[in-house]
């Protein structure tokens, strides 16, 4: 009897041929070119999974893969956790968003900077605000927002227009960190917000807001978003934790005396290449790096594993050589 690949097999058939491993002849008769076995070409029930069997465990990222599989296995629907709603606060007067930085104003790099980066992070960006340094605009945005995240740049420190603080007072905020022993980035915050229910307008099915204070300084709010943000983010999400890994590094770095830092690196086979450029309030070297290098009080020798906090986006990529630290214009910033 002649069949389609993966047609349904009759009944009692116990093995098929390939149409190109056989030939009937003249009187219909089959007659197989090759020997054959029994089941052969036959695909059988249950192959791959069978009834009740867990397919994949809790807390997979639902990739394409995942989406097929689902569907071959037969689900209709996939209870997944919603990707976490964040809001981004750009605040500062002193902020421009087009042109060449002038007049003691500067360029706002992280309003284009944080939506990419959150939403790498497998979260959804609702809104970006500029907010200048107005503390009655802040409040209203932070008591009235439905996003189960809000972040805000700039204003964590204690200076005349630095509104953060403040206004989490003023809400009856809870500041679950206000402050972290790390340069950059030392200023970073994360405060849970009073629920809508508790008056403080929205809040997400189970009332629970948090906010991510990262300090203005660029490379300071890219040490926060990796080591606050990151991980709230991937709680809220039900994402598992990558494995911490280690690397050695390819050159000394110098440390802050009592704080950890964080130092941007690219990875060229087994090392860790720290990068210039690594002042809080400069991009030059993240923009071009894999990670960043946890460097421990008073510095980190050639040769010493260190682990590495990996970038969203990490691959291997071409190191700009005149990046590398080791030149003369190593440099040794952290405020
Ligand atoms: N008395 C103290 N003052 C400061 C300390 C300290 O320990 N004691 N720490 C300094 C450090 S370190 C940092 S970091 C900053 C963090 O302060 P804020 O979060 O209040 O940040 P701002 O003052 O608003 O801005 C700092 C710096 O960054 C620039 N900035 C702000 N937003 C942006 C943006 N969107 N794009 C680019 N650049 C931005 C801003 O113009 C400032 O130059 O506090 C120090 N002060
Ligand atoms: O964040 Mo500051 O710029 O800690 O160094």
Known sequence: MRIATGARIPRDTTAVIRSEHGHVDGKGRLHAQREVVPGQDIRPRGQECRAGERLLPSGTLVTP???GLAAAAGYDTLYVAARPRVEVLVLGDELLTKGLPQDGLIRDALGPMLPPWVRALGAEVTAVRRLGDDAEALYEALATSTAEVLVTTGGTASGPVDHVHPTLRRLGAELLVDGVAVRPGHPMLLARLPSGEEGAGGADSAGVRHLVGLPGNPLAAVSGLLTLAEPLLRGLASRPAAEPYTAPLRADVHGHPQDTRLVPVVLRGEHAIPLHYNGPAMLRGIAVADGLAVIPPGGARRGRELEILD?????????????????????????
């Open 65 to 67: 893969a995942v989406l």
């Open 311 to 335: 970038l969203p986006w990490t691959e291997p990529g071409v190191l700009p050589g005149e990046l590398g630290i080791g030149g003369p214009d190593d440099e040794v910033c952290f405020t």
